[in-house]
């Protein structure tokens, strides 16, 4: 197969959403962010029907970290989320793991799926991001154009059967003057993570080195900025990595599914 | 076993969610409305654990009808939101369904329970009403001190596996000069149900005649009033009622859980 040739930076805003998948389903491999404008990208959780009461109730208990966008029925590989989309084929990067360990990293399911597989939508802090920006505060990570950093705590998420795991936060430093109005907008958008869970001393979240991501990349805190840390989707597949369940899925962290659902369906009030 | 003597009107409303809970457990069998006040009452649906993920999907695909406050553990009888209670004789009265068909309204279920059995705790309207008093809207079945009236609708809910069913709503008349008022408070409790789904017209929903609810009791409308319509946790039961499961237990409608959780926990912002 050839090569995909990536969209120019200003192209990847304005491809509609299916114009991007398409572009992932046919091999291109690149993080998400950036594409589509406007458009909510969400993480991915994929599990035997077996796991499946235990993940739902788990987002269900841990709301902040893991919200519910939508769920495909069992062994379906499309919804309303991604119309004429597929499940497997249309995230860049995959990443799946079997008893906890992540054994392969492919660009498309076509060799790992199975017809007992569920799979779940979650929020994604991406929604938030074109709120905080349009209010005038810069993301660094956008503005450094890596992925954003992503660091496992020492708090624990809300045991649910047989999951288990560490809370996942994601950290954009903000201007200290910035800070309330940051919590103001992101409160809005309780359906992709919503409110701060910690602002400022990392440490008594057990970050030692903020220059140290689990996840992601480390990105340049400015003079006069504040480390703010928000519930991540990915806290999913580090509960996966912590329970050690026979067989899952998720995205790479970065890699996101590209939603037909516009980021102010998920704005209240 | 003596009867238990009901406590008088004023009573009820001073005794804390434990008290109460242990009347009800004795055998005490009366509508809950009215008891502690400030705590929030629940809706109940026990299911299998075979059944428990088709519920819980249903529940997440239809909030505002089926908000979930809680879940205990398969088999489990007590959680954090009935501290030292158990789930099998704390509500006044039940309702067990047998492929959908209700088979018996017994005041425990000692002879019903099985260690399969996964309990969902489902938002109440109740949370909301004691913000509309506060807000000097008078609620109808509260002042005639009968049920809410519920009615089946014309609207389907989102189906999830197995699972499908009418939405079911609760209504309340409300002066058309404050029906604004009302849907601002009881927006701010999404989770015991929300903004109401529909204002007047009940035709609309395929209700022929106010004055024979499917559940509880009618109310007067009184001139000025417009009858407003919130979604309702009894919706869960009639999905139970339309899909026949082999098994299912709940509430009674109007005999619900009163749980340790204070009414304004579920207030937002």
């Known amino acids: ?138 993301v660094a990570h956008v503005a450094q154009s890596v992925n954003v950093p992503m660091y496992r705590t020492n708090r624990s998420t809300t045991p649910a059967g047989s999951l288990h795991g560490p809370l996942v936060v994601s950290m954009r430093p903000i201007p200290a003057e910035r800070v309330a109005d940051a919590v103001r907008i992101t409160s809005r958008y309780p359906a992709v993570h919503g409110a701060p869970v910690h602002v400022g001393e990392p440490q008594r979240l057990g970050i030692a080195d903020l220059a140290h991501p689990d996840f992601g990349d480390p990105v340049h805190i400015p003079e006069g900025h504040v480390p703010v840390f928000w519930a991540c989707g990915v806290t999913a597949q580090a509960a996966v990595m912590a329970s050690r369940p026979p067989f899952a899925i998720a995205h790479a962290p970065g890699y996101m599914l590209i939603t037909d659902a516009p980021d102010r369906r998920y704005q209240v009030p």
């Open 1 to 138: 197969m050839d090569a995909i040739h990536p969209p120019a930076r200003a192209e990847r805003a304005t491809l509609s959403p299916a114009q991007a998948r398409t572009l992932f389903r046919a091999g291109l491999e690149l993080p998400t962010a950036g594409f589509s404008d406007g458009y909510a990208q969400a993480n991915l959780l994929i599990v035997p029907r077996q796991l499946a009461f235990d993940f739902l109730l788990f987002a269900q208990r841990n709301p902040k970290a893991c919200p519910i966008l939508g769920v495909l029925e069992t062994g379906e590989t499309t919804g309303e989320l991604l119309r004429d989309g597929d499940i497997r084929t249309d995230v860049p990067r995959y990443r799946v793991f079997e008893g906890g360990q992540l054994v392969a990293e492919p660009t498309d399911l076509l060799e790992h799926w199975r017809d007992d597989l569920v799979t779940f939508i979650i929020g994604c802090s991406f929604t938030f991001e074109s709120a905080l920006l349009a209010e005038g505060i810069e």
